[in-house]
């Protein structure tokens, strides 16, 4: 049994009875007896392409070039190129080697050495990818395209002076005319730029005296905006300010009317009460003036309380010596006989006023209901009666 093995980056193209059939990328297939098979790349190709080739102006110049191409249609490329050994590749990079060439020099023998290096990647690019499309371009292919392939890129890299003598004549040419062009660039650049800077500063200028006359229409617009509000805000105001004394007068009114009305209804209630008030302070005083009667009878009794108390104290205390007395002059005749004869005796006659003084009182006391001091004072007043009676 015969397998046939493609990898994602080629296509298995198949053969089998006169048919050719793409079975696909990275697959393996059973092959049938007396079926053959190809490998096809999937990838991107480059093909690249050299020429030497003399201008209008009869100076040889060289060109380099590349074609990158991809193979969209496998069963078309395999019977247009043969990829045994890897001979298609070759033969299509051949191909189309030829027709840059031969385009490029038809091309290149019509124009000077300057075009060509000014037109390199327009004109000449240009042409050479024309050439191969319009030649691969075959509305009979299911893909549109002859031999299967479709091109992604066709560029005329590279433009060189073969002579080198000549070469280097041109190059300080164009560097002499590089550096004139440079420097007039710098000249008319700097002239570019003061004239820029020129009209700049004008433009500026105009710009801010235009800002300028904005500010002053806007700041005029504002003061008459603020003056055209400020003059309803005073009419506002005014008319507030009249309501308000409208307001105030009605209110006033209705003030005036309800402290009417109130003084109406209050005053009979108000005298009432200040006759009630009246009566009750006159009864006040009067309760007043009574208190102050009792005070007075109070202070008259306590008075008269603290005089007979005073008198009767004055009343009391020879009594409340006549202890002391009576017992000092119990001591003065203690042991002594009292019987006296006659009255020459001086003792008897220097005591005696004061002994009936001390028994005057002492009889005042028992009169009066008050008990005898002691049993001295007794004792005394018997020996005073004794006394009084022998005198």
Same mark, same amino acid.
């Given at each position: ?45 480059? %093909? ?28 078309? %490329? ?13 033969? +299509? ?12 020099? #038809?091309? /290149? ?13 327009? !004109? ?6 024309? #050439? ?21 890129? /066709?560029?005329? #890299? ?34 570019? +730029? ?14 801010? +005296? ?5 500010? !002053? ?31 105030? #007068? ?65 009343? +009391? ?14 001591? !003065? ?59």
């Amino acid at each position: 049994m015969a397998f046939a093995t493609a990898n994602p980056n080629n296509f298995l193209v198949v053969g089998h009875q006169g048919k050719v059939v793409n079975r696909g990328t990275g697959i393996q297939v059973f092959l049938w007896p007396g079926s053959t098979y190809v490998l096809i790349p999937s990838t991107k190709q480059e %093909a690249l392409f050299e020429m030497t080739q003399e201008t209008r102006d009869g100076i040889p110049l060289r060109f380099k070039g590349i074609v990158i191409y991809r193979i969209v249609d496998p069963v078309v %490329a395999s019977m247009s190129f043969n990829f045994n050994g890897g001979q298609g590749l070759v033969e +299509i990079s051949t191909l189309i080697n030829n027709i840059c060439l031969g385009e490029l020099r #038809a091309a /290149v023998s019509g124009m000077t050495m300057q075009e060509c290096i000014e037109n390199r990647k327009t !004109i000449l690019t240009a042409t050479v990818d024309k #050439a191969l499309r319009e030649i691969l371009a075959d509305g009979s292919s299911p893909n549109g395209t002859k031999w299967g392939l479709e091109l992604e890129l /066709v560029q005329v #890299a590279q433009v060189f002076i073969v002579d080198a003598v000549l070469r280097k004549q041109l190059e300080a040419e164009v560097r002499n005319e590089i550096l004139s062009k440079s420097e007039q660039s710098d000249i008319a650049t700097q002239q570019a +730029i003061n004239m820029a800077q020129i009209a700049s500063d004008r433009q500026i200028q105009e710009h801010k +005296i235009a800002a300028e006359k904005d500010a !002053i229409r806007q700041k005029e617009e504002i003061e008459l905006a603020n003056l055209q509000v400020r003059r309803r805000a005073q009419k506002q105001n005014q008319e507030l300010e009249m309501e308000a004394i409208k307001l105030a #007068a009605e209110t006033f009114k209705l003030e005036q009317s309800a402290a009417q009305e109130k003084v109406e209804t209050e005053t009979p209630v108000k005298l009432l009460q200040i006759e009630n008030q009246h009566e009750v302070f006159n009864r006040e005083l009067e309760m007043r003036k009574v208190e102050n009667q009792i005070r007075e009878q109070e202070v008259m009794r306590d008075m008269l309380l603290e005089k007979a108390r005073q008198e009767l104290r004055k009343e +009391i205390l020879p009594v409340e010596q006549i202890p002391e007395i009576t017992k000092s002059l119990s001591n !003065i005749f203690k042991d002594s006989n009292l019987t006296f004869v006659g009255n020459e005796n001086q003792i008897l006659s220097s005591i005696l006023p004061l002994m009936q003084i001390i028994s005057d009182r002492v009889k005042g006391v028992v009169q009066t209901g008050g008990p005898i001091v002691d049993a001295e004072t007794e004792k005394l007043s018997k020996a005073v009666n004794k006394l009084n009676s022998q005198k």
